[in-house]
């Protein structure tokens, strides 16, 4: 069987590759291989002659010739760049590969802006916190929570308003401090905590802690705000006065005799 003799040999003396699909110079007609097609590869010494850049049609079939410079590529199909939007060969098809005009080159970093940048921030590390509003206000608040906690936890002579504490408890009284917009039932809760007296007023057959009158031994009504007892003109408590805390029965609306908690002056 006889050997085909597909392709030929780069006309480069020094070179001799034979190609399969060689490539042929448009100036000098001479042969070359990949390496050497192109003009300065191969040291064409004739003029070159200007490349057609439309579409040839031959035999009815459809070329696309490839638009970088010197190569001689064709496809059968069109491969255009979207970016420039030219015919290229699949070697070229790339934005790299034909230097594509579009091509985005990465900007240069700015020194002088990147140097200003650090300095600002290494000069915000060493530089005192800021005294804004924000933090003016939140100042304020927390001085605010601070008094609070000092006048719920206070403890103090028996000139500080006091709370009369049930017959069974350990102390007769504690001085305590109320935020006036609290209900009495929070009053009751917070009281017992402070005195570590047992609170059961969520059993129903139980007795409940209820806080009293220091004068009239009234009971107040669980869901009434001190804010309002404040307020009342008949009989009211007094911001800074002293007030009773009981067990009493649940038919029960007050004490019957408060002069056995509050010593006579």
Not at 100 to 127: F, G
Not at 155 to 180: I, N, R, Y
């Amino acid at each position: 069987m006889a050997e085909l003799d597909v392709g030929k040999h780069c006309e480069i003396k020094s070179c001799k590759q034979k190609d399969f699909l060689p490539f042929v110079c448009s100036s000098c007609s001479g042969v070359f291989c990949l390496e050497h097609r192109s003009r300065d590869s191969h040291s064409c010494s004739c003029p070159e002659v200007p490349v057609k850049r439309e579409i040839s049609v031959s035999e009815g079939s459809t070329s696309y010739p490839c638009s970088f410079e010197n190569c001689k590529g064709k496809e059968l199909l069109p491969v255009i760049c979207p970016h420039c939007e030219k015919h290229f060969c699949l070697i070229h098809r790339h934005q790299d590969d034909h230097k594509c005009e579009k091509l985005e080159t990465p900007k240069p970093r700015m020194a002088a802006t990147q140097e200003l940048v650090q300095k600002i921030v290494e000069s915000k590390k060493n530089a005192p916190p800021s005294k804004g509003r924000k933090g003016a206000k939140n100042a304020a608040t927390a001085a605010k929570v601070a008094l609070m906690k000092l006048k719920m936890h206070a403890s103090g002579d028996k000139g500080l308003p006091q709370v009369f504490l049930p017959k069974e408890a350990k102390d007769s009284s504690l001085p305590m401090f109320f935020c006036s917009k609290w209900s009495v039932g929070k009053v009751v809760d917070f009281a017992a905590s402070q005195a570590s007296l047992k609170n059961n007023n969520n059993v129903l057959t139980a007795k409940k802690l209820r806080l009293c009158h220091p004068e009239t031994g009234e009971a107040f009504k669980m869901d009434t705000s001190l804010q309002l007892l404040l307020s009342q003109t008949d009989c009211p408590l007094h911001n800074g006065g002293n007030v009773i805390l009981e067990y009493l029965d649940n038919e029960s609306f007050g004490l019957d005799d408060v002069t056995a908690y509050i010593p006579s002056s």
